[in-house]
């Protein structure tokens, strides 16, 4: 079934694990897909991979007005409109003691992730068409808190504030705006964190999440790009301003 079947959609983070698995979903389900990332290798060699027309990128800084800009612009003017925008782009932080958190980590993930999703939202909403959907890539790190992730941990917090009141906005041209909360993931990113918490905590991190997770195990990045296709598609017809909780039941 081609649930976006003639939709036009953009990707932020399309480079990443669960990026390209909602860039490969979507365009599987008839999309036209403008993937956005900062690495441009690996931008290109998606491309290359999927290689259809339906597939277009560019590179891009999320946290820049100009470039978000562009790339709002590109996929107007290559297709003629946006119907769903997937505002997917992140960073890690580090773990640290509030009284030595670094100031210049704390604004660096606030830029992608805050700000990111903000501009992102600011200049597609006013070029989508009506009835289409925005999906803000939060976190289960958005329903807690723990000592030490000072960045990460509220910026997630923040971007589903940021959802509630674009939703409201957004709702009189019937255009839904939800966020999406993966747990820990089976990827490079997740073992990037892992890889920190694990000497903070002396044992292997990996397992100690899979000890918090009921369904025992991280998602792999294709099932939360199944969750990212349901908000994006019709199917969703009637959710907005709404978190989706991927995460085994991590948060319950």
């Known amino acids: 079934m081609n649930d976006l079947e003639g939709k036009v959609c953009i990707i932020t983070g399309g480079a990443g694990s669960i990026g390209e698995a909602s860039v490969r979903l979507f365009h599987d389900h008839g999309a036209k897909v403008l993937?956005?990332?900062r690495d441009a290798d690996r931008l290109a060699k998606l491309a290359d991979e999927i290689a259809s027309d339906r597939i277009a990128v560019q590179a891009a800084d999320v946290g820049d007005p100009e470039s978000v800009r562009n790339f709002v612009d590109e996929a107007v003017d290559r297709w003629g409109g946006i119907d769903a925008v997937f505002a997917n782009a992140g960073n890690s932080g580090v773990i640290a003691p509030l009284a030595d958190y670094p100031e210049d980590?704390?604004?660096a993930v606030y830029r992608v992730h805050v700000k990111g999703a903000f501009l992102t939202?600011?200049?597609a909403l006013p070029k989508m068409r009506d009835g289409g959907s925005i999906?803000?890539?939060?976190?289960v790190?958005?329903?807690?808190?723990d000592a030490g992730v000072y960045a990460y941990i509220t910026a997630k917090h923040a971007q589903v504030g940021l959802m509630r009141?674009?939703?409201?906005?957004?709702?009189g041209r019937a255009i839904r705006v939800n966020t999406l909360h993966p747990g820990p993931t089976d990827n490079s990113f997740q073992s990037?964190?892992?890889?920190q918490l694990g000497q903070i905590i002396g044992r292997d991190a990996g397992t100690f999440f899979d000890e918090l997770i009921p369904l025992g195990r991280h998602a792999r990045p294709a099932e939360i790009a199944e969750s990212a296709l349901y908000l994006a598609s019709d199917r969703s017809s009637f959710t907005t301003g709404s978190l989706l909780v991927v995460d085994g039941g991590m948060s319950a």
């Open 121 to 123: 939202c600011k200049y």
């Open 165 to 171: 009141c674009i939703a409201k906005e957004a709702a």
């Open 141 to 145: 790190a958005g329903l807690r808190g």
């Open 135 to 139: 999906i803000i890539t939060s976190s």
């Open 35 to 37: 993937i956005v990332d």
């Open 192 to 195: 990037e964190i892992e890889d």
């Open 105 to 107: 980590v704390f604004d």
